[in-house]
């Protein structure tokens, strides 16, 4: 009788425990939201009231009109927001019809790596200019200058002087001068790490 009682217990664990597993949520991962034109900073906006975590480059640039010089703060990828949580989490922002599709995202590490550097870049107050993606270059890192630490690759197209901080899936990259002599070449393969 007791061996039945503790056969039924170990049971009911086991179905317990399967039930826990089947209802945990999906661990968050990127996906990058393409919006309507100029609504980037409404959805950023709006995901961070909703506490929603994301990624949005914004650089600022500075427009003279009639003898005023003000600055103006731009998204670096116009019409993409970088959302990192579950893709359920966005519908409710798409009531409003400010998102033109959600982009999954299929190499999570890659993009985190891409969006990482860049997140560095901006934080050091490093100015950079988006580059049409280049299909050939050495992945390396700065060793040396104020960008030390940053990985990119190098765009040999142009000029061997020319570090590029790729993102690949929409086309586009940023690109900043510097020394060749501060370059340092590293494993191709991008190391997985947090979201920034």
Same mark, same amino acid.
């Given at each position: ?36 034109? @100029?609504? #980037?900073?409404?959805?950023?906006? *709006?995901?961070?009231? $909703?506490?929603?975590? &994301?990624?949005? !480059? %914004? =650089? ?66 490093? @100015?950079? #200019?988006?580059?049409?993606?280049? *299909?050939?270059?050495? $992945?390396?890192?700065? &060793?040396?200058? !104020? %960008? =030390? ?48």
């Amino acid at each position: 009788m007791i061996q039945n009682n503790q056969h039924t217990n170990t049971a009911s664990a086991y179905k317990h425990i399967s039930t826990c597993i089947a209802a945990a949520p999906p661990a968050p991962q990127w996906f990058v939201l393409h919006t309507r034109s @100029r609504q #980037e900073k409404v959805v950023a906006a *709006d995901l961070t009231a $909703r506490r929603i975590r &994301h990624f949005l !480059p %914004l =650089q600022e640039e500075r427009h003279g009109h009639r003898g005023r010089n003000r600055p103006i703060t731009r998204p670096i990828y116009p019409g993409y927001v970088f959302l990192f949580g579950a893709q359920e989490a966005v519908y409710p922002i798409d009531r409003n019809r400010r998102l033109v599709r959600i982009i999954p995202v299929v190499d999570q590490a890659r993009l985190t790596w891409e969006l990482t550097n860049l997140q560095q870049l901006l934080e050091r107050g490093i @100015r950079v #200019e988006r580059h049409a993606t280049v *299909d050939r270059g050495v $992945r390396v890192e700065m &060793h040396a200058g !104020p %960008l =030390q630490g940053i990985q990119g690759v190098v765009e040999n197209v142009v000029s061997p002087r020319r570090l590029v901080l790729q993102v690949e899936m929409l086309g586009q990259a940023t690109a900043v001068e510097v020394d060749a002599s501060d370059l340092t070449p590293i494993d191709p393969s991008p190391s997985k790490s947090e979201a920034p």
